[in-house]
T-cell receptor, first 114, second 114 residues
């Protein structure tokens, strides 16, 4: 089956720790995205990548870092510098051909800081 | 920044009734998309309307776009209990050959009761 997988589904972190969220896609999409969703809110863009070894900051990049070493993978690290990391994190991907591109989402990772 | 604002924030209807959700946005757009999110899950793309289109249909979904008023509406006809979810609009300002960077609204929570 083609799609996007995220792991783990639930993640607990102690204050001061860095954690890495995994995102893998087998849709052969060039672009990948990370969003943060807080309760009752919409999605806010953290980082996105259009091609391997390239990525750009979104609206709320502070306290987060990413890498894009492979087309299929776009891991997100939540660093200890992120002041309020408890949230639901969603990864997405899309093609970059053409002008109107829908995004395909993974199932999400719920991060809780203890 | 949050581009789209959905109205109402929450909507409760009975099965068989129609559900209408509205989205307003602030700047010029290339396209507007609607997504659905079941509780605790990732988002699923429903429909995309281009800035030069006024209305689009997909099954029981009807989307309208009024660029002069910077607003869109999503109509779900003959609703079913399975339509219970949150619905988000997302605006895109895509340049051909680049990632489809979207800005999401705050969502409408739809509850369909039997």
């Amino acid at each position: 089956d083609g799609g996007i997988t995220q792991s783990p589904k639930y993640l607990f972190r102690k204050e001061g720790q860095n954690v890495t969220l995994s995102c893998e896609q087998n849709l052969n999409h060039d672009a990948m995205y990370w969003y943060r969703q807080d309760p009752g809110q919409g999605l806010r863009l953290i980082y996105y990548s259009q091609i391997v070894n390239d990525f750009q900051k979104g609206d709320i990049a502070e306290g987060y870092s990413v890498s894009r070493e492979k087309k299929e993978s776009f891991p997100l690290t939540v660093t200890s510098a992120q002041k309020n990391p408890t949230a639901f994190y969603l990864c997405a991907s899309s093609i970059v051909r053409g002008t109107y591109n829908e995004q395909f989402f993974g199932p999400g990772t719920r991060l809780t800081v203890l | 920044s949050q581009q789209g604002e959905e109205d109402p924030q929450a909507l409760s209807i009975q099965e068989g009734e129609n559900a209408t959700m509205n989205c307003s946005y602030k700047t010029s757009i290339n396209n507007l998309q609607w997504y659905r999110q079941n509780s605790g899950r990732g988002l699923v793309h429903l429909i995309l309307i281009r800035s030069n289109e006024r209305e689009k249909h997909s099954g029981r979904l009807r989307v309208t776009l009024d660029t002069s008023k910077k607003s869109s509406s999503l109509l779900i006809t003959a609703s079913r209990a399975a339509d219970t979810a949150s619905y988000f609009c997302a605006t895109g300002d895509v340049v051909t050959g680049t990632a489809s960077k979207l800005t999401f609204g705050t969502g409408t929570r739809l509850q369909v009761t039997l």
